[in-house]
């Protein structure tokens, strides 16, 4: 019999030892409401507020609060990255590879990278979503492309047939510094 204690099971690549924690890194907080500093995007009649950027997460993921008000959501697009949305207050219904889906208050939906979708609110109230996106980078490409509003819930500014076609535009050039594809609806 051996009396000498068992040896440590040793960390192999699937379960690699946890680094040190890098006292760079600072604790994020977000407060949508309060915090004035944050910067709330107009974008497709909807409003974006960033509350974590890559800046925040070391690179992992972007966390953006989204104000869809009624017959808001973005067109069809995909992109090569994950994204997922939990509904928070009201609905949303999710076109997923061309198959129908209505998300609700307290649910959560994770669209696979390079899955093409598109979201709307189709009901008669504004839905509130916290979209993840890992990797980090899809809050750079808002702030390309977004009208910045004062408040978490402001609607962004109307924009005429011109106006549109430019920032229809100016999305569509940029898309693809960003790993996204705007698709045709």
Same mark, same amino acid.
């Given at each position: 019999?051996?009396?000498?204690? $068992?040896? $440590?099971?040793?960390?192999? $690549?699937? @379960?690699?030892?946890?680094?040190?924690?890098?006292? *760079?890194?600072?604790?994020?907080?977000? *407060?949508?409401?309060?915090?004035?500093?944050?910067? @709330?995007?107009? #974008? &497709? +009649?909807?409003?974006?507020? #960033?509350?974590?950027? %890559?800046?925040?997460t !070391? %690179?992992?993921? =972007?966390?953006?609060?989204?104000? &869809?008000?009624?017959?808001?959501?973005?067109?069809? @697009?995909?992109?090569?990255?994950?994204?997922?949305?939990? &509904?928070?207050?009201?609905? #949303?219904?999710?076109?997923?590879?061309?198959?129908?889906?209505? /998300?609700?208050? +307290?649910?959560?939906?994770?669209v696979?990278?390079?899955?093409? @979708? /598109?979201? =709307?609110? /189709?009901?008669?109230?504004?839905?509130?979503?916290?979209?993840l996106?890992?990797?980090?980078?899809?809050?750079?490409?808002?702030?390309a492309? %977004?009208?910045?509003?004062?408040?978490r819930?402001?609607?962004?500014?109307?924009?005429?047939?011109?106006?549109?076609?430019?920032?229809? !535009?100016?999305?569509?050039?940029?898309?693809?510094?960003?790993?996204?594809?705007?698709?045709?609806?």
């Amino acid at each position: 019999m051996n009396d000498s204690p $068992a040896a $440590a099971p040793q960390p192999t $690549a699937q @379960h690699a030892a946890i680094p040190p924690d890098d006292p *760079r890194r600072r604790l994020a907080v977000a *407060r949508p409401d309060e915090d004035l500093a944050l910067p @709330h995007l107009g #974008i &497709v +009649g909807d409003t974006y507020t #960033i509350l974590l950027t %890559g800046e925040d997460t !070391a %690179g992992r993921y =972007t966390l953006i609060d989204m104000h &869809v008000p009624p017959g808001g959501g973005p067109p069809p @697009h995909r992109h090569d990255f994950e994204e997922m949305f939990t &509904v928070l207050d009201g609905e #949303i219904e999710l076109t997923f590879r061309g198959e129908h889906l209505v /998300a609700r208050a +307290g649910q959560t939906v994770n669209v696979p990278a390079n899955a093409p @979708h /598109a979201f =709307t609110n /189709a009901s008669g109230r504004p839905a509130r979503l916290l979209c993840l996106c890992s990797p980090a980078g899809q809050e750079d490409f808002f702030l390309a492309i %977004g009208a910045p509003v004062t408040t978490r819930t402001e609607p962004p500014p109307d924009l005429d047939e011109a106006a549109m076609a430019a920032f229809i !535009a100016k999305s569509a050039a940029l898309a693809p510094q960003y790993r996204t594809q705007l698709l045709r609806p």
